[in-house]
C-alpha cells in the first residue's frame, strides 16, 4: 500500500513537471544562454582593445541611431588606444547642442573631447515616436543591467530566427523572455567594414559591441582587478611575517 503511494504521487510530480515544462515553452521560456569565452574573464583577464575598437565601429555605425551611451564621454575612449588627436577627429564627427550664448540662445557646435556622446534623439516622447511607442534604452550600463551581462547581450544579437507561423508578432528571438522582442534584427553579415580587416559576421559584430558595451559599463574593472591582485600579494606577504615573527616569539616556548 504504501509502496503504491509513494509510486502515485512519483507519478503526479513527474505529469506535473512535463505539463509546467510543456506551459512555459508555450509561454515562451528563453532558451539558456550560450557560453561565450570573454577576455576580460578570471582573475587576470583585461580587456581586447582591438575587440574594443571594433565594438565602439558597430555601436558608432549600427546602434548609435536608436541607442544613446549617454555616461561617455569622447575622452574616455582614451582607455580604447586612441591618441589625442584621433579623440578630436571621433568628437567632430558628432554635433551637439552648447549654449546658452550671449543672447541667451542655444546653439550646435561640432563635438570635442571633453563631451558626451548626444543622443539620437531629442527627449524620450521623440525616441518614441520613432521606435513605435518603446524608448530604446541607453547602453553606457547595459551590460552590468542584464543577468548574464555582456554574454546577454551577445545572444540577443545572435538569437534571430524566423518566427513559427502561429507566433504573434515579427521579431522572435531565442533569448528574449517570450520571444516577441520589440527590435528588429539589428546586425547583417557585412554590416559594418572594420578598419582592421576582420570579417563582419553577425557573432563577431555581437561579440564586439558586447565587449564594448562591458567596458562602457565597467571601465575600471582592469584597475579594479589589478588592486585586488596586489591585495592578495600583500595579506600572502603579511601572513608570512605574522607567522615568521610568532615563530621567533614563542621559539624559547617550543624549546
Known sequence: MRKGLIFGFAALAAIASVTASGAARAAGEAE???HVEWSFDGPFGTFDRAALQRGLQVYREV???????????FRDLAALGYDEDELKAIAA??????GPDDEGEMFERAGRPSDYFPS???NDKAAAASNG????????????????????AYALLTGY??????????NYNLYFPGHQIAMAAPLFEDGVEYADGTPATV?????????????????????????????????????????????KVWADVHH
Open 133 to 152: 511607442g518603446a524608448v530604446p534604452p541607453d547602453l553606457s550600463l547595459m551590460a552590468k543591467a542584464r543577468v548574464g551581462g555582456p554574454t546577454y
Open 161 to 170: 530566427e524566423d518566427p513559427p507561423a502561429d507566433f504573434p508578432g515579427d
Open 93 to 98: 564627427e558628432y554635433t551637439v547642442v552648447d
Open 203 to 247: 557573432e563577431q559584430m555581437a561579440k564586439d559591441v558586447s565587449h564594448f558595451l562591458m567596458w562602457t559599463a565597467e571601465p575600471k574593472l582592469e584597475n579594479r582587478k589589478g588592486m585586488g591582485i596586489k591585495v592578495l600579494i600583500f595579506l600572502v606577504v603579511f601572513t608570512g611575517v605574522l607567522y615568521a615573527a610568532k615563530r
Open 63 to 73: 546602434c548609435a541611431g536608436c541607442h544613446s551611451l549617454k555616461y561617455i564621454a
Open 120 to 122: 539620437p534623439f531629442a
Open 32 to 34: 539558456p544562454l550560450p
